[in-house]
């Protein structure tokens, strides 16, 4: 009597666990639980002020080493630049060394080239870590003219802890009779 009801129960958990292994199996390949993964950016305050530059980066894992192109292509300068305040959240920079920053004439790579520099430029920098933020300041030594090249700031560190969307925002003071620093735009880093 009893052996029925077993073999009537085992087979309906037999049926029951291969139904939901074939739902579970395309699942587990789809990464849903392993951190942000930036395929989809919002902007919640999207505002005509906000300005997207693009960027470059050599690995995007969580603490790993990696190299980072922050670019400013022609279209993102409108006049000469003595200045480049560039504004890092503190999370993001913490290991943020001078002789790991360059300022560059840049070739943005493509489908059939690599991101590299082309003629390093001379510039002084200056690192301030304040609450929340790890600011920095490139002076080059002659100001970066407005022309068809397009120039980067590289900058080598670890990448931090978490992972997640870190916004890093820069400013640039033009060149003229009254030097005016303005935002540059803002570029927007994905850490997996």
């Known amino acids: 009597m009893f052996t029925g009801l077993k ?3 085992s087979k309906s958990l037999l049926i029951k666990l291969l139904f939901v292994f074939t739902i579970a199996i395309p699942f587990n390949n789809l990464n849903l639980f392993r951190g942000a993964h930036a395929g989809i950016e919002f902007q919640w305050d999207n505002n005509t002020n906000f300005r997207r530059l693009k960027w470059y980066q050599l690995d ?3 603490t790993s080493r990696n190299t980072t192109y922050f670019f400013l292509r022609p279209s993102d300068r409108k006049s000469g630049i003595l200045k480049i305040d560039i504004k890092f959240p503190k999370k993001y920079l913490s290991n943020l060394k001078k002789e790991k920053i360059n300022l560059c004439k840049v070739q943005i790579g493509g489908f059939s080239s690599l991101t590299k520099c082309i003629d390093n430029i001379a510039a002084d920098y200056e690192i301030n870590k304040k609450e929340g933020k790890v600011n920095l300041t490139i002076y080059p030594y002659s ?5 068809k090249d397009s120039y980067a700031v590289v900058v080598k560190s670890f990448n931090p802890l978490r992972s997640g969307l870190y916004q890093v ?3 640039g003071q033009s060149e003229g009779k009254i030097p005016v620093s303005s935002y540059l735009g803002s570029w ?5």
Request: cysteine-free.
């Open 7 to 9: 073999q009537k129960i």
């Open 169 to 171: 925002h820069s400013f």
């Open 143 to 147: 100001p970066i003219p407005v022309s």
């Open 60 to 62: 995007s894992e969580r």
């Open 188 to 192: 927007t880093i994905s850490i997996d």
